[in-house]
């Protein structure tokens, strides 16, 4: 299994420009998340997913969007970039168990670091 | 407000000595608690979980309490190495949610 990978690693934007993040994992999980996280600080959640064209907002969503048409990818869309986009962004996925308050880990992708100039 | 925090935002040991971390949290009502470690320029990695009716839970070198009364969870490795030297993160879930949140973690630096 490759579990959680992200692509690209690496891109510069420019202000204004659009771009996708891709993520896919390999392992059947229902739910997915995007996060991003910003030099000395906790990772934030922007989106989450918990099926399957089912997705939700976090606590950053503004200025991003994203879909979950498979079980296996959930891509994050910045429309019109921006310098507070500059971060590192982490996609993750997790399988729960059937009750919504049981534990599940979290398997989180290598990241994509993103610099909007 | 709500808030969780790790109060070291680094920490530095020798080789053999035991680390412990702090995690406090206000305003939530946690299911359970996560540990992750991230490398630099890595994604982070799952640890150890203990449950809101778990006093505390093991793992090799690796211990986690969770102290619902003090809303405060203690992360220890004992016999550190400098491979240990990592970024260390906790997490909750809010009762009513499904998604963690993270506190900003502590950089732990042992060294030989």
């Known amino acids: 299994n490759a579990g959680v990978t992200q692509t690209p690693k690496f891109r510069i934007l420019k202000i204004g420009q659009s771009m996708t993040l891709q993520c896919t994992q390999d392992m059947n999980h229902n739910y997915m998340y995007w996060y991003r996280q910003d030099p000395g600080m906790g990772l934030k959640l922007i989106y989450y997913?918990?099926?399957?064209?089912?997705?939700d907002k976090g606590e950053v969503p503004n200025g991003y969007n994203v879909s979950r048409s498979t079980t296996e990818d959930f891509p994050l869309r910045l429309e019109l970039a921006a310098p507070s986009q500059t971060s590192v962004y982490f996609c993750?996925?997790?399988?729960?168990?059937?009750?919504?308050?049981?534990?599940?880990?979290?398997?989180f992708g290598p990241g994509t670091r993103l610099t909007v100039t | 407000s709500q808030k969780i925090e790790q109060n070291s935002e680094a920490l530095n040991i020798q080789e053999g000595k035991t680390a412990t971390l702090t995690c406090n949290y206000t305003?939530?009502?946690?299911?359970?608690l996560q540990w992750y470690r991230q490398d630099p320029g890595r994604g982070p990695v799952f640890l150890l979980l203990?449950?809101?009716?778990?006093k505390e839970k093991r793992k090799e070198r690796l211990k986690v309490t969770f102290d619902t009364t003090l809303k405060q969870s203690l992360f220890h490795i004992t016999a550190s190495q400098p491979a240990d030297s990592a970024t260390y993160l906790c997490a909750l879930v809010h009762q009513a949610g499904t998604a963690l949140i993270f506190g900003k973690g502590t950089t732990l630096s042992v060294s030989s």
């Open positions: 993750a996925s997790s399988y729960p168990s059937g009750r919504a308050s049981e534990a599940h880990e979290q398997y």
């Open positions: 305003n939530y009502s946690p299911a359970y």
């Open positions: 203990i449950r809101e009716n778990e």
């Open positions: 997913s918990v099926g399957a064209g089912i997705t």
